[in-house]
């Protein structure tokens, strides 16, 4: 078999064969396939697409570039989410206690922030000693006896996925919907998880623009999960304006532990609970949704989903004072109001760039390699809909650097559209599949 003919196969629009997806990721993962030749392949895949069996033949072939998680000694259904990724998204942290509260097995990795969005690992480690690395037996034990765990992904994770990533990076292949929905897929089926619940955002602030395409998306992954033998559904959600009030790490945290105290934000409540609900009836904990939304309502105003998120910090080595009273969270020192410039109705809050005013602050990373400072972010007073003047004050900016504040401030009035008019009202989940 020749790199060559692969290539040439796929520009004349053929179908790829088994072996010919898996002899290239073999081959590109030891180096004998180059960069070039690969770029190539990616850009005709781009191009002419993949079909439904050629996407789930390249998850498999990249699942099997690296380590695969066994999880299949522990009892029950290990259920897994992900969420394509959006501004002040700390759903993750509040579904997987109530869920693991309800009696369901949750083994999740998750990732980092990047650009505009933020990373759930990112969020962990604002709680002091949180230990976001876990080896293969104590994930294992915490999913078996604590119903919960959340860890960063392994260094031979994937592989082919890291190489390909990069490469996709710089040869404008990164929004194709085969290679997304491998890219995704390929980690979720790594992790070992029986079923998974996707949160596939679209909108301003995610990297689907469109509901259309964010549905494409998710019935890709869906597919492939159904293929390779995993239980998988997707909600398709709205990533308008930010989710919660909160944006940036410690400043999520606390919202999270305000949600899972029965109190905290409309909007993000009802996602945790409609997407918990869904997760429920994936691991067969609970299939009527309705009577799922119930136990989980339950067990936010018991405070049951809320000793899970501290056993969760406890298990992994964080300091559950913070918990306790979150008020201990170290936020970032000094403070700068943004006030309205005129009066009206908040018709829209782009949420990428409350993302892009959040990492200035510096509570986000440009590049992989920055640093971020755990304490700092945004916290919104008023969100869409709401009626302001001129000089009330729009939200708090955190930060450990005053120099900041001006470029931030600059970015965030920008999100802010002030109109005469007020927004229609459209629900957060656009359809479930
Ligand atoms: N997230 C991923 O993990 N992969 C992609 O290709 C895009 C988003």
Redesign the pocket.
Known sequence: MRMYDIIKNKRDHKELSKDEIDFFIENYVTGEVTDYQTSALLMAIYLNGFTEVETSNLTMAMVNSGDVIDLTMIDGIKLDKHS??GVGDKTSLILIPMVAAAGGKVAKLS?RGLGHTGGTLDKLESIPGFNIEVDEAKFKDLVQNAGLVIAGQTQNLVPA?KKI?AL?DVTAT?D?IP??????MS?KIASGSDAILLDVKYGEGA?MKTAKDAEELARAMVSIGKNLGRNTSAAITLMGEPLGYAVGNALEIQEVIEVLSNRGPDDLRELCLELGAQMLKLGNIEVDVEKGRKLLEELLANGKALSKLRELVVNQGGDPAVIDNPKKFTISPLIHEVKSPKEGYVFDLDAEKVGISSLITGAGRETKADNIDHGAGILLKIKMGDYVKKGDVLATLYSSHENLFVKAEEVLLEAYDIQDKKPAKVSIINKII
């Open positions: 394509t990724g990732g996925d990533y996709r990164v194709s290679l997304i929905a491998a890219s995704i980690k990297f």
